[in-house]
């Protein structure tokens, strides 16, 4: 309470305003915006604006700005916060996941990291996550991404066509299914020899994930009849 009446002094008389404790504060840099910082902690803009008084988007480069406590991370997953010296490889390895993984569940687009940044390093049994589409995206290269098909992600998202927006943000819906399984391609991989490890053919694994080539890329999910 004391630390608001000081907050909400500097503000009045327009000096800056520095916290003394700096844990669950996010200092603004050059090219910040709330909606990058809200979708960097997990929180909405809303939440954000709400726990800091703000009456617009407006930010200045040093502010500081609380970082409102997520009450829905126990629904979202198990939450990771990053401290000093972490690698998205070190937290990767730490909770059996790739980087790529922990990339596609938080969405993110490079290897930066924030201290005091919450990472989501686990999704509940069946439970969707989603997608934030960006520049280049397409339904097709999305559905490959996460090891499903263009018709679930259409259906689930309901669309009614294949034309996506930069910042539209996407359901992207479980592959955990019984009478599916998922493989991701390595080095030397061929559908012909995929298809016959898993007693199968290349027509059907070409129309459970929407191929229309024979070329696959490492690292691609493909979903195979069980």
Not at 157 to 178: E, Y
């Amino acid at each position: 309470m004391a630390e608001a009446v000081v907050k909400a002094i500097a503000e009045y008389i327009g000096v800056p305003y520095e916290p003394e404790n700096l844990e669950g504060y996010y200092k603004v840099q050059s090219g910040d915006t709330l909606w990058g910082i809200a979708r960097k902690y997990g929180v909405t803009v809303d939440e954000l604006k709400s726990a800091n008084n703000l009456k617009d988007n407006s930010l200045s480069v040093g502010q500081y700005l609380l970082i409102p406590n997520n009450e829905n991370d126990t629904q979202e997953g198990e939450i990771y916060v990053v401290k000093s010296g972490d690698t998205l490889y070190g937290i990767a390895n730490k909770f059996n996941l790739t980087v790529d993984e922990l990339k596609k569940l938080n969405n993110l687009t490079s290897n930066t990291l924030s201290i005091g940044q919450k990472l989501i390093v686990s999704m509940p049994a069946g439970k969707a996550t989603t997608y934030t589409v960006t520049k280049g995206d397409t339904l097709y290269g999305i559905a490959s991404k996460y090891g499903v098909t263009v018709d679930s992600l259409k259906s689930l998202n309901n669309l009614s066509s294949n034309t996506l927006s930069i910042g539209q943000v996407l359901k992207i819906p479980s592959t955990t299914n019984d009478s599916k399984l998922t493989y991701t391609v390595k080095k030397g991989d061929s559908l012909y020899s995929i298809a016959r490890t898993y007693n199968t053919t290349v027509d059907e694994i070409k129309r459970l994930n929407n191929l229309v080539s024979n070329t696959l890329s490492i690292g691609q999910t493909l979903i195979l009849p069980s």
